[in-house]
């Protein structure tokens, strides 16, 4: 009964206290839609007059000049004969979707393969299948190494996006002599496939490649886009399958981005919710059709969907071709979704945001603080599908400070490309030389971190005419993930109103129109609307079915066999070129302005349907989390002065990588080296991993009391100098006498009671290598 009364007397509302609140919240509305607008204005000016910078600079450089008459017949020539090309490989695109759809829509893969295991065949029939990757005769492969095994994203579009092209994540694992294997799917799903039997199927290929290399560790999967989310949800309910899990360009916290960028966040609201994933399931006869999304894509960037690609294969039609047909095989071959798969996508993910857990109540699919192994995350600042917001922000909705996920056993690993698109993390050749190529080479160093936020940074080393990488790791911290989010802008209230909003419109369709459409819309009805996606039906317009288009393929022949190459320095091709110009930036200004208006009003309706229903943050939940942390950090203590001379070494080592801010593998390797020299019995790794997850926290808790109380740990004179014996083997430059790792030294030389004579022992011409890099 008192229980009872304390919890009436707490919950009781002042009446002017909440008018107060509700007027304050309000007036922080107008405020931050002002400040939007504000933002806003001032970005298309600055892209306006980039523009128009843009549009001068033929002239400002004398590249625009007046043409005379032959210049003229040249340019007329050139292009009638490249018009007939252009049309003639939009003719050879369309012929090429054909054949794929009537081949029953195979992996576009670069490589041979055989199939392992048909995904049909299971017990709960699903549209993927296993592939094992069959290396040429040039690739040796070490079955010593860990599985790689890269899961092709469902995104919409054809299958094949790991290893559509040579230079991709496939040939990278391939050229590093991993057994390699891909997860494909089908163009259609099983009847009542669903998202869950999808994961059991994955975990059956899993289990099959680690049955298939007893000898090897863990495999390492690779997720792209929709595969790298799914991924992680398998890895938190299966944490035992992955020996690392790498995830490319997806989005795990699809709330997260920043004022001013990444619009399609907002696309499920404007829509007032999923209710029309559910209406274009109906007209798909209980499928989903993948060109939708691959549609709302190319929406994003209207200047390159109506204008630049065809251009750039208009004006390079002599040798763009090629590419423009692979990679348009792929692209221009949408898959299919059952509806229960779609709408767990749309609900669960890109609405609900239950993955990462970033909702105030509990109704998240998975605990993604489950995974256990070390998790890498690439993501780009010029990926407007998934920017580095929504690849990174789950690591702060799980973790809210450092020693939360240290603490926790964590190793995340992220990298960050400047410019790539979207696309370019998965097809571009040279992040896939550079980027793909750097994180599978790094795959066992990073194994060997510690716990912690770590950014991996690739540095380019000279080396004569060619250009070789090499990696090293950078501590981060939770504060930087933080500091994505620049306009400081909780958003989180509006996104769950989208949710409560799309609940109510969901379901009304459910009540009102689904029981009816879904019955008056049979599988010809639904083929149909598919053929006549625009989509679709601009492509399959230029086919050789087309009756007008007969003469086509002849007139190509013949321009081929006549062609006349136009002089480069003709002038009308610098005007050609401006007019383009013209046309992209005309483009981009109207996407600026639509996408400013969208989030104007996407702020403007949900930031006052979190007024009115008085979605406010409580702090509970954070003086839980601080006052949990309290207690870890307390509990902590009484194992500073536990250990012996492995643990002691360890925490040396983690004392100088503090100091300097980065850390190896190497490093590891020669403690442990070290140790194994001095005792007669080495634990397994599992084991040096626990002991270092425990040091690495001590020194991150206690940096100053975990070297004070060293002496406790190796109290042998002995001991000691073996340890100390150890640091100029890692790194000679730490016993320097400069800078945070030359007073540590001197420091330790202290507590250990030992003289301080290894920087004087090294000559001087002795260059400090740099520990901390990997080729």
Not at 59 to 85: H, Q, T
Request: charged letters at 25%; a negative charge.
């Amino acid at each position: 009964m008192d229980r009872h009364q304390d919890t009436s007397a707490t919950t009781q509302i002042n009446p002017q206290e909440t008018t107060h609140a509700a007027k304050s919240a309000a007036r922080q509305l107008v405020g931050n839609i002002a400040e939007l607008q504000r933002q806003q204005g001032q970005n298309l000016l600055t892209n306006l007059q980039r523009r128009q910078q843009d549009m001068i600079e033929p002239a400002l450089e004398g590249r625009l000049k007046m043409p005379g008459p032959g210049d003229w017949l040249s340019y007329l020539v050139d292009a009638g004969e490249r018009s007939v090309l252009f049309w003639n490989t939009l003719r050879k695109r369309a012929d090429n979707t054909r054949a794929h759809e009537q081949a029953g829509s195979p992996p576009l893969l670069k490589f041979d393969y055989e199939v392992l295991l048909d995904g049909a065949d299971l017990e709960v029939p699903v549209n993927y299948s296993l592939l094992r990757i069959l290396p040429g005769k040039d690739q040796p492969i070490d079955e010593m190494l860990a599985p790689v095994i890269v899961i092709d994203p469902r995104g919409g579009h054809g299958a094949g996006i790991g290893g559509f092209k040579q230079d991709s994540e496939i040939g990278e694992s391939l050229r590093a002599g991993h057994p390699t294997y891909f997860i494909a799917f089908g163009y259609s799903p099983e009847p009542g496939q669903t998202m869950t039997d999808v994961a059991m199927a994955q975990i059956r290929f899993i289990e099959l490649i680690t049955a298939r290399h007893p000898k090897a560790s863990k495999p390492v999967i690779i997720g792209n886009c929709q595969a790298g989310w799914a991924l992680m949800g398998l890895a938190a309910a299966r944490p035992e399958l992955p020996g690392l899990v790498i995830v490319n360009g997806a989005p795990l916290a699809y709330w997260a981005g920043e004022n001013g960028s990444n619009p399609m966040r907002y696309a499920g609201g404007l829509m007032g919710g999923a209710w029309a994933t559910r209406l274009a399931s109906d007209l798909g006869n209980g499928r989903f059709d993948g060109a939708w999304l691959v549609s709302n894509f190319e929406n994003l960037n209207p200047s390159h969907t109506l204008w630049s690609k065809g251009y750039q294969l208009y004006a390079n039609i002599d040798t763009e071709a090629p590419r423009f047909l692979d990679f348009e095989r792929w692209w221009g071959s949408p898959n299919l979704f059952n509806a229960e798969e779609i709408e767990a996508i749309v609900d669960d993910l890109f609405i609900g945001n239950r993955l990462a857990g970033a909702t105030s109540g509990s109704g998240n699919l998975l605990d993604l603080r489950a995974i256990k192994t070390p998790v890498v995350v690439f993501c780009s600042y010029g990926d407007n599908i998934t920017p580095p917001q929504q690849a990174l922000d789950w690591i702060v909705d799980l973790y809210p400070d450092d020693f939360a996920l240290q603490s926790a056993g964590r190793t995340i690993v992220y990298l960050k490309h400047a410019s790539t698109g979207h696309l370019g993390i998965f097809v571009s050749g040279k992040v896939a030389r550079r980027e793909h190529r750097q994180m599978i080479n790094a795959i066992d160093e990073i194994k060997a971190l510690p716990p912690g936020l770590y950014e991996l940074i690739i540095d380019e080393v000279p080396n004569g005419d060619a250009c070789e990488y090499q990696v090293h790791f950078e501590s981060r911290g939770i504060a930087d993930i933080r500091a994505l989010d620049s306009d400081g802008h909780d958003e989180d209230r509006e996104f769950i109103e989208v949710d409560r909003v799309s609940e109510i419109t969901s379901n009304l369709y459910g009540w009102m129109v689904r029981p009816w459409l879904s019955r008056a819309i049979n599988e010809p009805m639904a083929e149909a609307l598919r053929k006549t996606h625009p989509f679709r039906l601009n492509r399959s317009l230029w086919g050789s079915q087309n009756p007008f288009l007969w003469w086509l393929p002849g007139a190509a022949e013949q321009v081929r066999e006549t062609r006349h190459s136009i002089d480069p320095q003709n002038p009308l091709l610098a005007w050609q070129d401006l007019a383009s110009r013209n046309i992209v930036n005309t483009l981009d200004t109207w996407r600026d302005i639509r996408d400013a208006s969208n989030e104007t009003k996407f702020h403007a309706i949900y930031g006052y349907l979190s007024l009115l229903s008085g979605a406010t943050s409580s702090p509970t939940e954070k003086r839980r989390n601080e006052s949990e942390e309290r207690e870890r950090i307390e509990q902590l203590k009484d194992a500073l002065s536990e250990g012996g001379e492995l643990e002691a070494a360890l925490r040396v080592l983690l004392l100088f990588a503090k100091a300097e801010g980065k850390l190896s593998k190497s490093a590891l390797e020669t403690v442990v080296q070290g140790y194994r020299k001095a005792s007669t019995h080495l634990p397994d790794i599992a084991t040096i991993r626990e002991i270092t997850r425990q040091q690495n926290l001590l020194v991150f808790a206690y940096p100053e009391e975990s070297l004070q109380q060293l002496p406790n740990l190796v109290p042998e004179a002995e001991a000691r100098q073996r340890i100390l014996d150890t640091i100029p083997k890692i790194e000679p430059a730490w016993c320097d006498g400069e800078g945070e790792t030359g007073k540590l030294w001197r420091h330790l030389n202290e507590i250990f009671e030992q003289p301080s004579s290894r920087s004087s022992s090294r000559p001087k011409s002795q260059s400090p290598r740099r520990s901390s890099k990997a080729k």
